[in-house]
């Protein structure tokens, strides 16, 4: 089993900053690739950005390119999301989760094989 648990949500104006971590624990030996998720209440969860394991390779949603970066320290089993020039409409519960399959859609909740418990971003206007 691996736990994942996130933290740095909270409460922001719009155009500022915040930086999520997501701190995996557990049986985290070997290569797995983590992603960050968001869903907005009645809203599918819905893919923001991931990070693949080996050379990390990253893949953005259209609407957080060029705004949103996700990084990893393997060392340390943790994953960020730097979250710059914040609108409104990123507001979210957002979720990392991490994958140790092979194959399978990175862009989909469906292709990961843990979730964290969500933490909280909401940003006024």
């Known amino acids: 089993q691996v736990q994942l648990v996130e933290s740095g949500g909270g409460l922001v104006q719009a155009g500022g900053s915040l930086r999520l971590s997501c701190a995996a624990s557990?049986?985290?030996?070997?290569?797995?690739?983590m992603g960050w998720f968001r869903q907005a209440p009645g809203k599918e969860r819905d893919f923001v950005a991931a990070?693949?394991?080996?050379?990390?390779?990253?893949y953005y949603a259209d609407s957080v390119k060029g705004r949103f970066t996700i990084s990893r320290d393997n060392a340390k089993n943790t994953m960020y999301l730097q979250m710059n020039s914040l609108k409104p409409e990123d507001t979210a519960n957002y979720y990392c989760?991490?994958?140790?399959?092979?194959?399978?859609?990175?862009?989909?909740?469906?292709?990961?094989?843990?979730w964290g418990q969500g933490t909280q971003v909401t940003v006024s206007s």
């Open positions: 989760a991490a994958r140790f399959r092979i194959g399978g859609n990175l862009y989909r909740p469906d292709g990961y094989d843990y």
């Open positions: 557990g049986r985290t030996s070997g290569a797995y690739d």
């Open positions: 990070i693949s394991w080996s050379v990390g390779d990253t």
